[in-house]
Structure formats: C-alpha cells, structure tokens
C-alpha cells in the first residue's frame, strides 16, 4: 500500500513562504503524475498545482501562477510546493495526491492526510 506523508505546514505572515514536501512509499512513485490540492473551510478542494511523471509537464491554478512551483525527485520518492508570495487566501489544509491526469480536472487515485498552511494577515 503507497502511503503519501506531507510534510511543511504552517503559520506564515502574508509575504512569507513555505515549502511544502510529500514523501512517497513504494516504488512506483515515478509512474504517476503528482498533484497538491487545498481545501479551505467552507469550499470544495481545488487542484493548485500538478506534475507529470518526469517533471517536464506543470500545471497551476491562476491564483497561484508565478507564485508556487511544483517540483518532484524521483530518486527520493518526493514531491514539493515551494510557496512564495503567501496571502491570506492561501490559508487552507493542502493535500498531496498521487495519479490522475495533469491539469485542472485531475482526479487523483490516492491522498495524502493533509497539511494546515495558515497565512496571517
């Protein structure tokens, strides 16, 4: 069973970053692309940024453009969200995902337990 394990939450002050980390089990982990979603209280969980398996195809969610980047190492098993620019809107728990197809409609196989990024004004 591949477990997701995100790792870098926070309170930041609007601004700030962070660097978010999911540490992948198994050994398929450069089979799959790789997603991070959010889901702030009282909205539906949106898909922020997404990586194809070899790291050459991104997307981003408009709110996030020029502001997050995606990354992953397929030799540590790991993919990142360094995240810059940090506003309050940010604040959410973010959740990494494994499978699916890169882009705004991505419908990922499994999910990480979450993370609670909190942005201070």
């Known amino acids: 069973q591949v477990q997701l394990v995100e790792s870098g939450g926070g309170l930041v002050q609007a601004g700030g970053s962070l660097r978010l980390s999911c540490a992948a089990s198994?050994?398929?982990?450069?089979?799959?692309?790789m997603g991070w979603f959010r889901q702030a209280p009282g909205k539906e969980r949106e898909v922020v940024a997404a990586?194809?398996?070899?790291?050459?195809?991104?997307y981003y969610a408009d709110s996030v453009k020029g502001r997050f980047t995606i990354s992953r190492d397929n030799a540590k098993n790991t993919v990142y969200l360094q995240m810059n620019s940090l506003k309050p809107e940010d604040t959410a728990v973010y959740y990494c995902?494994?499978?699916?197809?890169?882009?705004?409609?991505?419908?990922?196989?499994?999910w990480g337990q979450g993370t609670q990024v909190t942005v201070s004004a």
């Open positions: 198994g050994r398929t982990f450069a089979s799959y692309a």
């Open positions: 990586i194809n398996w070899s790291g050459v195809s991104t």
């Open positions: 995902s494994r499978g699916g197809e890169v882009g705004a409609t991505m419908r990922p196989r499994q």
